[in-house]
């Protein structure tokens, strides 16, 4: 009986904390929709960012008192990462996304130039074979990782532009031109990953801009066959392609890390061996910190910690896709679509790739993984992405423009939109 009310009053001690959760939760939500800022979407950001901080911390303290003498050395520069990402992403919440047109050009050119200077020698700064890095003090900056949230601001003003062009083959073929030539950049530093995103985002882009079916399935196979290319040309990457499904069949050569984060995920069962208690991150994994961070939430939180990550993940995907449904024109609703893309796509590849279901491609898990430029632009990025929610939020539904679907013209996003839209053509017209 003792323990059966123990257990009553551990089941009501839980109710009580989920009931002053959810009531925290939405108080917050009515304060920023005071504001006309999407409350839901700045909490699941801000949760996994601080899950981030958490877990970089829990998956890189051996390692940095091993390399370093000091185990909170990565999660310093995680905080400074998301320090700066914070600030950041607030000031782009409170700036009106449409300046970003004026800015879209010059930033392409910026990156462009950043790109080829982190190649020259002394410069930029290498690491593990791959030149891709500029060192600041003791801070590193990856353009590659800033050149997917700029490319989504020139691609989204570049279909607002050509809004006309986007049905025909020759505006395909410009875009494609342009896309090429970002790609062959990033590509040049060996970071395979980032030019994945960039061109999967870049081909979401162009379908959200209208562009008809048979085009978009050209350039598909264009951006499939150029990708099996890159793969064929590098011995490691036909190693990792090759041993992917089986990566335990070469568990000590190009499958270990695969291998490895399989064993974490299988170790860690539904609920986990406990936070900070992974075995894995003795340098068992290897990127255990950065792009295999996943697989140690597995180890140490097991089945309700992945799955947990996974639903934030979605919950953001669909905040982002009602904003960008909601936006007041054309290019809020594409940059919003093209930055959900962003987050989400990263998300997805880098889950499918420590679970085994593709290939590794060294993208990092978005606001979680280690890395302060990459966590910085993703919260920028969520910054516009508040921005274009609460403008649409503001302007109402009457003045909301759809991302054109397949072809057809845009169109206000609800029956009593049109219906005002149509009264007022009809006033207009008398």
């Known amino acids: 009986m003792a323990a059966r009310a123990g257990g009553l009053e551990h089941l009501s001690g839980w109710r009580g904390a989920a009931r002053s959760a959810s009531r925290v939760l939405a108080a917050a939500d009515r304060a920023t929709a005071a504001a006309g800022v999407d409350g839901w979407l700045l909490i699941v950001v801000t949760g996994l960012v601080a899950f981030g901080l958490v877990m970089v911390y829990s998956a890189s303290e051996a390692l940095g008192y091993l390399w370093y003498g000091n185990p909170n050395y990565f999660f310093a520069h995680q905080a400074v990462g998301a320090a700066l990402g914070g600030a950041g992403m607030v000031v782009a919440a409170r700036s009106d996304y449409h300046r970003l047109n004026r800015v879209a050009r010059p930033a392409m050119v910026v990156m462009a130039v950043l790109l080829v200077a982190v190649l020259v020698p002394h410069l930029g700064a290498e690491h593990y074979g791959a030149q891709r ?86 350039l598909a196979a264009i951006l499939g066959f150029a990708g099996l290319m890159m793969v064929s040309l590098v011995s490691y990457r036909v190693d990792r392609l090759t041993h992917f499904l089986n990566p335990c069949a070469d568990a000590l050569g190009s499958g270990f890390q695969n291998c490895q984060a399989l064993y974490a995920l299988g170790s ?5 061996a406990g936070l900070g208690n992974s075995v894995l991150k003795f340098e068992w994994l290897p990127e255990a910190h950065t792009d295999f961070i996943f697989a140690i939430i597995g180890e140490e939180l097991g089945l309700i910690g992945t799955a947990s990550t996974v639903a934030a993940f979605l919950f953001l995907a669909w905040r982002g896709v009602r904003a960008s449904l909601r936006a007041p024109d054309r290019f809020g609703a594409l940059l919003a679509g093209g930055i959900t893309a962003w987050i989400c796509i990263e998300a997805f590849i880098n889950v499918s790739a420590v679970t085994g279901v593709i290939p590794t491609t060294g993208i990092p898990l978005p606001f979680i993984s280690y890395g302060g430029t990459s966590l910085a632009t993703s919260l920028v990025g969520m910054g516009i992405l508040c921005n274009i929610s609460a403008q649409g939020r503001r302007q109402g539904a009457s003045t909301r423009a759809h991302v054109d679907r397949w072809g057809r013209d845009w169109r206000p996003s609800d029956a009593r939109a049109r219906g005002r839209s149509g009264a007022a053509g009809q006033r207009s017209g008398r």
Request: proline letters at 2%.
């Open 268 to 272: 860690g069962g539904f609920s986990g």
């Open 133 to 218: 890095w500029f060192q600041l003090g003791p801070l590193s900056v990856q353009p590659s990782a800033i050149a997917v949230g700029v490319a989504i601001v020139f691609f989204a003003r570049w279909l607002t532009d050509r809004s006309a062009s986007v049905r025909s083959l020759r505006g395909v073929r410009d875009y494609l031109i342009v896309l090429a030539v970002l790609l062959a950049l990033v590509i040049a530093e060996r970071d395979l990953g980032s030019s994945i995103v960039v061109a999967v985002v870049a081909f979401v882009l162009l379908a959200l801009g209208g562009a008809r079916k048979r085009h978009l399935f050209l």
